[in-house]
Every structure is written in C-alpha cells, then in structure tokens.
C-alpha cells in the first residue's frame, strides 16, 4: 500500500520554527521527485517546495524562500520541511506529494492526507 504520511504540524507563534515530516512507503522512493504544498481556507493550494529524487536540487515559491529549507533521506524515505520565522500567512494545511520530477509539469502521483500549522500573531 503507497503511503504518505506528514507530520510535525501545530501550533506556534510567529517568529517561531516547526519541522514537517512526510514519511513514504510502498513506492520506489528514490524514483520520485518530492512536493510540499499548503492549502489555506479560501486561497488556491500553493506548491512551497519540491526535492528532485536524485541529485536532491531544491526549489522554493518565493513566499517562503529563505525561511523554509526542504531536504530528504532516501535511506529512511523520509522528506522533511524545516519551517523557521514562521509568519500567520503561512498558516494552513501542508501536504507532501511525490511527483517524476520537479518540473510541475507532471501529475502527482501520491498525496499525503495533510498536517495543520497555525501560526498565532
């Protein structure tokens, strides 16, 4: 069974840090190119970050460049979002998902059921 499993949300003040973690089984996970994206109440889900399956290039949305760090371990097929000076906006469900590449020109094969950050001002 594919699985994809996100953690490490919550509840922190602005200023402040969390780690996700999105947790991958039942697929070739090196094969795969992974994706954050959130998801806030009446705005369009947003791409944050993406991870290529090999050489590990990263890439960002301008909104959290310089602030979010991606970075995964294939040895645990584990992908981790380092979230620091958080900001309200940034408040919303994130979800990992696996994708051939980082291209965003390909369908994303597996999702994630999600974890809530919220961030207090």
């Known amino acids: 069974e594919v699985q994809l499993v996100e953690s490490g949300g919550g509840l922190v003040q602005a200023g402040g840090s969390l780690r996700l973690s999105c947790a991958a089984s039942?697929?070739?996970?090196?094969?795969?190119?992974i994706y954050w994206f959130r998801h806030a109440p009446g705005k369009e889900r947003e791409g944050v970050s993406c991870i290529s399956s090999r050489n590990g290039s990263t890439s960002y949305s301008d909104s959290v460049k310089g602030r979010f760090t991606i970075a995964r371990d294939n040895a645990k097929n584990m992908v981790y979002l380092q979230m620091n000076s958080l900001k309200p906006e940034d408040t919303a469900v994130y979800y990992c998902?696996?994708?051939?590449?980082?291209?965003?020109?390909?369908?994303?094969?597996?999702w994630g059921q999600g974890t809530q950050v919220t961030v207090s001002s």
């Open positions: 039942g697929f070739t996970f090196d094969d795969y190119a």
């Open positions: 998902a696996a994708s051939i590449d980082c291209s965003g020109l390909h369908k994303h094969d597996y």
